[in-house]
């Protein structure tokens, strides 16, 4: 501990403290939503639909059950508006005449004893007339597939397309000229890639308490506590559901066991459920629901397809390209097009497009909605860029770096919406370094040597990649997001804000940026829970904005705390934690109280066009070279990540150790969804909803992850921080595919790639075509002509 | 119901449960100690350990009835192990300064893994220590902070 | 918690007697739970039909390795930490060694016993294989006495098995006859660890004079139950092995193996890709045992 009598002069951010909730975590003493106990409190139970798309013809109740002594909602006891709003209201809270997928919610059950509900759940019968469904994206949008989506008649500027949530079109630079580009190219190179679902297997299931005060049968305010990102989400669903303002609608963040997008808008369906049935049993009533149903039930990552037509010189400069980038939304908008869009303007990567169209497109299909996961629709697009890299280097005869190299941004350059890269960073650089320390190298060269006589075929591979820290495009404008520091009566800074701690830090890199901007030491800062009663809309705690948005504006409010108090005559120029304290406690004695707050205000210089996805995208890019290793086994088909290099420039790192953590679990997760988690869906319903059959990694089967840094500066974030949550999640998939290919010869094109995969490509019989590895002929490319409407 | 004796973080208690009901219930339930964890409900995840006569189990995998006579330790009694009236187990005290808990939640199971292994390794390997976490499934940390928190508990209680 | 554990009952009788009496008294009535890490799953998930239930964990009488010059005989209640710190587990029947490594997790491993593995029936269960390479003999106990069968002929369908419902298997007996045979083990499931079987072999060779005097393979996931790939022994028992003949008399493996093999499509895997690994392994085996 610093002399509290002496000017700090430690310096906190760029150093690991301790995170701010870490000893109650490794005592067990972290209270988690399950962990809480009201008074009164019942339980909770959701009844299903059992099938993907039809019309309930009826609903029974098995007479064996007491169902006088449980308390049953359906859709005919909303207040307000069936509805789950996200960015349109086509999500019903409760479907009451058709269910669009499996596992979607019809009724609720409460009950005193937790142990009674799932016997009741089954107890309850559904019929329904079934309708037919879709399941994939090319079901989806089939010309004679039947409608299972239109837009509500407000929401029609949305989409025209049958079955279609959203579309863009996103050109840029000569796209106009791109027919005359194909035609005088010396390569055309055409690849399709698809990435699947994938379950954000947080530990701690969804789960909420919520409590209902009503008067003479109305509705007086909701209270929801639980797990989950964005308190105000589920605010602003509650408001809705009840009919109720906003200030009648309180949600708590409890503490939160794993996330990664997974609790950005579920926590609105789940939320809402467990208040009606608050409403209705006039008890607080707690969901939580077990692993079985969360992974059936709720929102994984959106599967895509991506198609990719490009213009090669022979000195394999990149002269214009196409991509046709879809996503399969599930059976609701949610956040689809948000995801759409992240992962349209990723599509193009760090890279020099002289001319691009990207048309993109989300549909419906009959499986529950697709929504948040780490990336947001970036690993999806960056998955398919960085593949077809490869592919481009293969036909054009360049190394896969030299491709690369030769096409890379740099500062000055414009980003396919036309934004220009003021950053300082030198991807040519990250790039050497990248190679040089995973030894790349010697290593392509010495597997080139030993794979011909070994059963184990090695491969390294590697992916450039950059990811926005921020919404996109206008979407800082609009979020307004605003963040309060209080003074305890005790004269120590809180920060309010609903930005939310579920293992990634913003308790403890927040607490740092308040704490170096106020010179005083780390311990001294408090952080609120986020309680809607009590903090500000910061923003949601997604799309790696915390440290550099939110952490803008925690450091604003700091220095405005700084200057009241110097002002009041408090507080010396240099100034000791106790001068800080004396000075704190004598504002407090005069005026009472002192809070303070900053509100987001755009940078001048962004300008961001909507309609024509122009502009600055975002405030600020994460760079980053993944380099992966890789051991293709040709007795078992298995691939294995044998080791793993992440190097990325992410602005002033706050906490090393944090950051560091931050990129190891990204790229576990990433290596996951390259080679091991696959959602199996029969007919909408996900099959293996299990831990012990939907495969992630364990501590035996992920390689060596070694993280490095590289620390530009960001004028948007505190002290130069920018944003790093999502970036790892990006480059992990195509580094391996790319280094599975160096291995074994085969362009992979499909993630997950499971061993039944590499298989099925490796014995191909004769019958069905030789393996042709001449990469200008490619087999998997079906590119038909289509219809976008934008 | 069945009266269900054992002693549970040095202390003896006696509870009225079904035979059948698991023990991860009856702690969190019925003893209030809810560092153990529900993740999967099907001893896949390894959120629920607890030590049992000294031994790593699921605690949603025992009937409450198994338990009988036993001795249990739980996340909320592994800090006096090392010794009395201690806050925290040195364990616990690598596990916050190498950031090996992030959303904290396989964190309890991960600390009583890592005990159980390091009574057996006092010095494992780094086989020894992915080994002996395998069944305590992390989402968030990528594992390598975990295994950097085991190896400095290791080095620690073995100078 | 998809079940109310107040519908169910437990009881745990200190003594192997009581355990066999309540057996008897009502055969069917009770089914018996040793460590629980399948009952107990069944239990969580809902799916668990037998309401009354006796636990065999407590009973030591059960719990035993126990080494006699010819012979090894482990109690049913042997866990697969006791089998992987026996050392004699490890110097004469080091598939089983392997095979308890396999098993789950250490959590799992802490709990789940020999018996309840093999009664389980799984065909993808990790112990059988080596078991059967080892052709071991179950001996099963009742209030009618012992019995004693090969444990080849005990699971006779997908988890269908001989045992009758007042019965228990008291133990195992593995014949220490096997020094000088090459083993071979490998699993093939999920993920590195915590993973189920998507295929497995355990096996066994002894060779004199470029000779296979005797073979035995052990399979998991290749049938509706845990089974010894005898057809594609007998293709290699007595044949020469040597640099010469290795291609045909593998060619000639791989083809009896896939008429033997009947794997399925599963969540899991397909049953193309565990057949054609099985035979890949099988290769691997007999790879090995030309430099052992």
């Known amino acids: ?790 | 119901m069945t009266q269900i004796t054992f002693t549970i973080n040095k202390e003896k208690k006696t509870v009225e449960a079904p035979p059948m009901k698991r023990l991860l219930d009856v702690l969190r339930e019925d003893l209030h100690l809810t560092g153990a964890k529900e993740g999967c409900g099907e001893g896949e995840c390894g959120s629920c350990s607890v030590l049992l006569n000294g031994e790593l189990v699921n605690s949603c995998l025992i009937p409450a009835l198994q338990a009988e006579g036993a001795t249990i330790t739980t996340i909320e009694g592994i800090a006096p192990l090392a010794a009395p009236d201690q806050k925290l187990h040195p364990i616990q005290q690598c596990f916050l300064e190498k950031g090996g808990a992030q959303c904290g939640i396989c964190t309890p199971g991960m600390i009583l893994a890592t005990h159980h292994l390091l009574e057996k390794y006092p010095q494992p390997t780094l086989l020894q220590i992915q080994e002996g976490l395998a069944g305590n499934l992390c989402r968030c940390t990528g594992y390598t902070r975990i295994f950097e928190a085991v190896q400095s508990a290791a080095s620690q209680s073995n100078p | 918690m998809r079940s109310n554990a107040s519908h169910y009952d437990l009881i745990a009788p200190a003594t192997l007697d009581a355990v066999l009496e309540i057996l008897a008294a009502e055969p069917g009535h009770y089914t018996p739970i040793a460590g629980g890490t399948e009952i107990m799953v069944a239990l969580g998930a809902g799916r668990l039909a037998q309401k009354n239930l006796v636990s065999i964990n407590q009973i030591k009488e059960l719990r035993f390795i126990e080494t006699t010059p010819s012979q090894l005989i482990i109690g049913s209640g042997t866990t697969f930490t006791d089998i992987r710190n026996s050392a004699i587990i490890q110097s004469d029947f080091p598939l089983l060694t392997q095979a308890a490594s396999w098993t789950g997790s250490i959590a799992n491993q802490n709990r789940g016993t020999l018996g309840g593995n093999i009664v389980n029936g799984s065909p993808a269960a990790d112990s059988p294989p080596a078991l059967l390479a080892y052709e071991a003999t179950l001996t099963l106990i009742s209030t009618r006495g012992t019995r004693q069968m090969p444990y080849a002929d005990f699971h006779l369908g997908y988890k269908k098995t001989a045992l009758a419902p007042d019965e228990l298997i008291q133990s195992i007996t593995l014949k220490r006859i096997f020094t000088g045979y090459i083993p071979y083990a490998r699993k093939v499931g999920t993920r590195n660890a915590q993973a189920i079987s998507k295929v497995a072999i355990a096996a066994l060779a002894l060779i004199q004079d470029d000779t296979l005097e005797d073979i035995r393979i052990g399979a998991a996931s290749l049938r509706d139950r845990p089974s010894r790939l005898t057809a594609t022994e007998r293709t290699l028992r007595g044949q020469t092995i040597t640099q010469d003949t290795i291609v045909t008399l593998i060619s000639q493996a791989r083809a009896t193996l896939t008429t033997e093999a009947h794997p399925i499509d599963d969540i899991r895997s397909t049953a193309k890709y565990r057949a054609a690994v099985a035979a890949n392994l099988l290769e691997e085996f007999l790879h090995s045992l030309m430099n052992p």
């Open chain 1, 1 to 790: 501990m610093p002399d509290p009598t002496q000017p700090a002069s430690l310096s906190t951010v760029g150093t690991s403290p301790i995170r701010k909730e870490g000893t109650a975590k490794v005592l067990g003493q972290a209270r988690y939503v399950d962990d809480l106990h009201l008074p009164g409190m019942w339980f909770g139970a959701t009844v299903r639909s059992t099938i993907a798309r039809g019309r309930i013809t009826s609903i029974q109740f098995d007479p064996a059950i007491p169902w006088h002594e449980f308390t049953i909602v359906t859709a005919a006891d909303i207040p307000g508006e069936n509805t789950i709003v996200h960015l349109t209201k086509d999500h019903l809270c409760l479907a009451s005449e058709f269910v669009n997928h499996p596992n979607e919610p019809i009724l609720l059950l409460a009950h005193p004893d937790r142990a009674l509900l799932p016997a009741a759940v089954a107890a309850v019968t559904i019929t329904y007339e079934e309708l037919p469904g879709v399941f994939t994206i090319e079901e989806s949008e089939a010309p004679d597939a039947p409608t299972i989506w239109e837009p509500a008649a407000a929401d029609h500027h949305h989409a025209t397309a049958k079955n279609t949530f959203k579309t863009y079109l996103m050109e840029s630079g000569a796209a106009a000229d791109l027919d005359h580009i194909f035609a005088t190219a010396d390569h055309i190179i055409e690849g399709e890639y698809h990435t699947g679902a994938q379950e954000q297997l947080y530990i701690e299931n969804n789960g909420v308490i919520a409590e209902c005060v009503t008067f003479d049968g109305i509705v007086k305010s909701v209270t929801v506590r639980g797990a989950m990102q964005c308190p105000y989400y589920l605010v602003h669903a509650l408001e809705l559901v009840f009919n109720l303002p906003e200030e009648k609608c309180r949600v708590i963040q409890t503490e939160t066991g794993g996330a990664f997008g997974g609790k950005e808008d579920f926590p609105s369906v789940i939320g809402s459920h467990a208040a009606l049935l608050a409403m209705k049993s006039g008890h607080p009533v707690k969901i939580c629901y077990d692993r079985a149903e969360d992974m059936a039930s709720t929102t994984k990552r959106h599967p895509s397809r991506s198609r990719h037509r490009t213009a090669v010189s022979k000195e394999g400069k990149i002269l214009g390209g196409e991509i046709e980038f879809a996503l399969d939304g599930g059976a609701y908008v949610t956040l689809t097009p948000v995801v759409l869009s992240r992962g349209t303007i990723h599509a193009a990567g760090p890279y020099h497009w002289p001319a691009l169209r990207i048309r993109a497109k989300a549909m419906a299909t009959n499986l529950p909605p697709h929504g948040a996961f780490r990336g947001f629709g970036a690993p999806q697009s960056i998955f398919a860029t960085e593949r077809h890299m490869d592919k481009i280097a293969k036909v054009v005869g360049l190394s896969p770096e030299e491709l690369r190299r030769r096409n890379l941004l740099a500062l000055g350059g414009r980003t396919a919406t036309g934004q220009v890269i003021t950053d300082t960073v030198d991807m040519q650089h990250l790039l050497t370094r990248a190679l040089a320390e995973s030894n790349y190298h010697a290593k392509r060269a010495e597997f080139a040597r030993t794979n011909p006589t070994s059963a184990i075929k090695r491969g390294i591979g590697f992916a450039t990649f950059f990811h926005g820290a921020g919404f996109t495009g206008s979407g800082e404008r609009r979020l307004n997001s605003l963040v309060k520091i209080e003074l305890t009566p005790e004269g120590r800074p809180q920060i309010l804000v609903a930005s939310t701690e579920f293992g990634q830090g913003t308790n403890t890199i927040l607490c740092q940026v308040a704490a170096e901007t106020l010179h005083l030491p780390y311990e001294d800062i408090l952080i609120a829970q986020p309680d809607t009663a009590r903090v500000p809309n910061s923003g949601p705690t997604v799309a790696s904005r915390t440290a550099m948005i939110v952490g803008k504006l925690v450091e604003t409010a700091a220095q405005k705390l700084c200057v009241i108090l110097t002002n009041s005559d408090g507080l010396p120029p240099s100034y000791s934690p106790a001068d800080f304290r004396t000075a704190a406690l004598a504002y407090l004695a005069q005026h009472g109280t002192l809070v303070v707050e900053a509100r987001y205000q755009s940078p001048g210089d962004i300008f961001w066009d909507d309609e024509n996805y122009r502009g600055e995208a975002y405030p600020a890019y994460a760079w980053a070279v993944y380099v992966a290793e890789v051991a293709v086994d040709t007795t078992t088909y298995s691939a294995t990540c044998t080791d793993f290099y992440a190097l990325q420039e992410v602005g002033k790192v706050l906490h090393p150790v944090l950051a560091k953590g931050q990129i190891e679990g990204g790229v576990a997760q990433g290596i996951g969804y390259a080679l091991y988690e696959k959602c199996v869906w029969q007919k909408g319903h996900m099959a293996n909803n299990q831990m012990t059959n939907y495969i992630m990694p364990t501590s035996a089967d992920l390689p060596p992850i070694h993280v490095a840094f590289e620390e530009i500066p960001s004028i948007h974030g505190p002290f130069g921080a920018k944003g790093i949550g999502e970036l790892p999640m990006d480059g992990p998939a195509p580094a391996i595919l790319n280094a599975i290919e160096e291995a074994t010869g085969i362009a992979f094109t499909e993630i997950p790639l499971l061993p039944e995969d590499i298989f099925e490509r490796m014995t191909r019989t004769p019958d069905a075509g030789t393996e042709d590895l001449n990469p200008t002929i490619d087999r998997d490319t079906r590119v038909e002509p289509e219809v976008v409407t934008s």
